[in-house]
């Protein structure tokens, strides 16, 4: 099975509304209409440019999506400072970032919270790119296959083939990210094949063949190619190289 590969930028805590208009702008100058055939490309600025990005996006018929970084599980109510997943669906958002390892971290997600969030995702149309990896303790340990599959589970607990067909999941070692050390392609194969197999047992062969399952952690213009190369890396989830317009772009070229 061919997937079409997804990339995919996070842009985290970066970029006012003026400066997300500008790199939305660049991006979008940039992109060949041709690669919509070939790539997938989705943006996740934070909750505050989603919109001012789409309205960029939409007004030059650039295939792009836009997603959110977090959203709230329940549909409204006394949760100050969250966001639903109704509001980020009426300004186009196609889907949300759940699970990221700084939100798990710095913010006490549980996996709980991570299937909570899913489940809210899929049951409106939405897709959720769950991120799952593991510290670098659990890889020194040597667990690194049960930790990140256990997340993998946990993450679609409830959730039936048909929509988790539509999610997307991230393998990100969180000793990769934003630290400038990689995986290897090798390393980041061997977990990404794992992650497909558990996604086989939970859906089913078919089902697993058609998820992607994206690498992050410093992915970038240097290493992307090797990453790309491996069978069961379908694309990046990519935080760094996203805030450029241009090496962003030749991560998506590295897709055709
Ligand atoms: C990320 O935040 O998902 C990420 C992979 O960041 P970076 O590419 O900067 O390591």
């Not at 939409?58 to 109704?86: C, I, M, R």
């Not at 809210?120 to 020194?140: H, I, K, M, N, P």
Request: net charge negative; hydrophobic share 45%; charged share 25%.
């Amino acid at each position: 099975m061919t997937r079409k590969p997804l990339m995919a930028g996070n842009w985290k805590m970066n970029n006012t509304v003026a400066e997300a208009v500008v790199l939305t702008q660049e991006i979008s100058n940039r992109y060949e209409k041709e690669w919509a055939e070939a790539v997938d490309v989705l943006v996740c600025p934070p909750f505050v440019d989603l919109k001012p990005a789409k309205t960029v996006l939409d007004f030059d018929k650039t295939k792009v999506s836009v997603g959110a970084q977090n959203v709230h599980w329940e549909p409204k109510g006394a949760f100050t400072g969250e966001v639903s997943v109704a509001m980020i669906k009426e300004i186009g958002c196609t889907c949300s970032i759940v699970g990221h390892s700084e939100r798990r971290e710095l913010f006490g997600e549980t996996n709980e919270d991570v299937n909570r969030k899913v489940k809210a995702l899929v049951s409106a149309g939405l897709y959720a790119v769950v991120c799952v990896g593991e510290s670098l303790a659990v890889r020194e340990e040597g667990t690194t296959e049960e930790y990140v599959t256990a997340q993998v589970r946990a993450a679609f607990a409830g959730v039936d083939a048909r929509d988790a067909a539509e999610c997307v999941v991230a393998y990100e070692p969180i000793w990769a990210i934003g630290t400038g050390r990689t995986a290897t392609p090798e390393q980041a194969e061997a977990v990404c094949a794992a992650i497909r197999a558990t996604l086989a047992e939970l859906f089913g062969d078919e089902t697993a063949d058609a998820m992607r399952v994206l690498y992050g952690g410093s992915m970038n213009v240097g290493n992307v190619e090797g990453l790309m190369a491996q069978p069961n890396i379908d694309g990046g989830l990519v935080g760094g190289a996203s805030l450029e317009a241009a090496s962003f772009v030749q991560l998506i070229e590295a897709c055709l």
